[in-house]
């Protein structure tokens, strides 16, 4: 959305909206990946980049002057072309350029208003390419336009492990962090948003000490989005004292390298976080995923045919389906990821020779 250098906490530096519109030349593929993109606004998106203080301005300028008014001054503040922040067209670019989307997702664009889906739908026909990273998104775009036909495959992220293996990461991870989960020795990770843990509060409390009493576990809180709204270490470091002795927390310091490494080094995830259910799952650790209101987790925990395996937990619930998650570990485990990595790979190879064709 913005240049920007995140490579303190492990990232690229990274350009801006901007800069794609101006650098791309003809024969470029511009590729949108991962994320709920076929359903973004720049409103939203503004919220996520701005300090709370700015944050609060945008709510009273939607209240006061309406959602439509408030899009196109979020729109404007980006110097952007097209109507929806990660829904490009080739007509966008001056450049003759293809455009691409591999495993999105979307389904908040069920209840956009029709000329809005229009619009969505008419640059997505434009796209030389499209997988969807659930039956939900993929379903909502064949209804729209029923000549769409989007592959459904697996977040690219199952394929963490073929590029890093659990040893990569322990390198690649901070000594901070690394002594860490010494210090933890057998623990399960857990994250939520703070939306999620102040209306569970106590509920989380109880069953989490249920869950380290009955399996020996410590808990590490892992904090995985820092962004408005999915701020999670606001609840999660003040959570930690509720917990007591059992409780360890991933510091704000922490990289995506050091991320990665302790779901990887748990012996199980608990949580809100998509990508901390895909990265666990990945490297062959069991989960609880929570029932929350955004039902993006749900839709793809069921498209990957796990539910059966690993239903989603209600906060109440959690010790219960913590043992029972506990008890999938191995052979069982190994399949389901093994499963979906090899879709995920099949998915890359399409998009592979879409992008160079012999």
């Known amino acids: 959305m913005i240049a920007s250098d995140l490579s303190t906490f492990g990232a690229l530096p990274s350009k801006g909206m901007r800069h794609l519109f101006r650098d791309a030349v003809d024969g470029d593929v511009i590729l949108v990946a991962g994320g709920e993109n076929l359903a973004q606004t720049w409103y939203v998106m503004h919220q996520m980049l701005v ?118 990461l322990a390198r690649k991870a901070s000594p901070e962090i690394r002594e860490l989960v010494r210090q933890a020795g057998r623990f399960l990770t857990f994250q939520c948003h703070p939306r999620y843990g102040n209306a569970n509060r106590d509920a989380l409390k109880s069953q989490l000490s249920i869950l380290a009493n009955q399996t020996g576990l410590n808990i590490l809180l892992t904090p995985i989005g820092r962004v408005y709204s999915f701020n999670d270490g606001s609840f999660l470091e003040p959570f930690a004292q509720d917990l007591g002795d059992a409780a360890f927390y991933l510091p704000d310091s922490a990289t995506i390298w050091d991320i990665a490494y302790v779901l990887s080094a748990a012996d199980l995830f608990c949580g809100t976080s998509l990508h901390g259910v895909i990265t666990s799952l990945a490297y062959g650790v069991p989960f609880v995923s929570l029932e929350n209101a955004d039902p993006k987790l749900a839709n793809n925990i069921r498209t990957w045919g796990l539910t059966g395996t690993f239903p989603q937990a209600a906060a109440s619930a959690i010790a219960d389906l913590g043992s029972r998650a506990l008890n999938q570990k191995g052979n069982s485990l190994d399949a389901h990821a093994g499963r979906l990595r090899e879709a995920a790979e099949v998915n890359m190879q399409s998009l592979a020779a879409v992008i160079l064709p012999n």
């Open 51 to 168: 300090e709370d203080g700015f944050v609060a301005r945008l709510a009273e300028c939607l209240e006061r002057h309406g959602p439509e008014f408030t899009e196109a001054l979020s729109r404007s503040s980006f110097g952007a072309r097209q109507p929806f922040p990660y829904i490009l067209s080739p007509a966008h670019f001056e450049a003759r350029v293809r455009v691409m989307y591999n495993s999105v997702g979307g389904w908040p664009l069920r209840h956009y208003a029709p000329d809005a889906q229009t619009s969505i739908l008419r640059d997505l026909a434009r796209a030389s390419f499209l997988s969807i990273r659930d039956e939900e998104s993929a379903a909502i775009v064949h209804d729209l336009d029923p000549t769409l036909h989007p592959l459904v495959a697996p977040d690219c992220v199952f394929l963490l492990p073929g590029q890093f293996t659990k040893e990569d």
